[in-house]
């Protein structure tokens, strides 16, 4: 059973840094791509950042320049490197993951990230 777990949410001020990591295990598949996903009170779900093999990693426009997305650690595991948070940035931060011969998309429970003072 393939498992998504986000980590390294928290409360920080404006201004501040926080990195997630995501997880992903029980696939006998190769990750094809992983990406970050939030969801503040009241809104839709939107895309963060995404990295796919064979496609640009791509940001949404709120964040880039601040946010950086990257799978160079451990092995199946993204994390997203938020610098000069923001209070607009304050939501649950979703993990997504898919494989290679596999139609799926596995999501993670989300990590809560509140930006206040």
């Known amino acids: 059973q393939v498992q998504v777990v986000e980590s390294g949410g928290g409360l920080v001020q404006p201004g501040g840094s926080l990195r997630l990591s995501c997880a992903t295990s029980?696939?006998?598949?190769?990750?094809?791509?992983m990406a970050w996903y939030r969801q503040a009170p009241g809104n839709a779900r939107e895309l963060v950042a995404s990295?796919?093999?064979?496609?640009?990693?791509k940001y949404s426009d709120s964040v880039k320049g601040r946010f950086t997305i990257s799978r160079d650690g451990a092995p199946n595991t993204a994390y997203l490197q938020m610098n000069n948070l923001k209070p607009d940035d304050t939501a649950v931060y979703y993990c997504?993951?898919?494989?290679?011969?596999?139609?799926?998309?596995?999501w993670g429970r989300g990590t809560q990230v509140t930006v206040s003072s």
């Open positions: 997504k993951t898919s494989y290679y011969y596999d139609t799926t998309e596995y």
């Open positions: 990295m796919r093999d064979g496609e640009n990693t």
């Open positions: 029980g696939s006998m598949y190769v990750v094809r791509g």
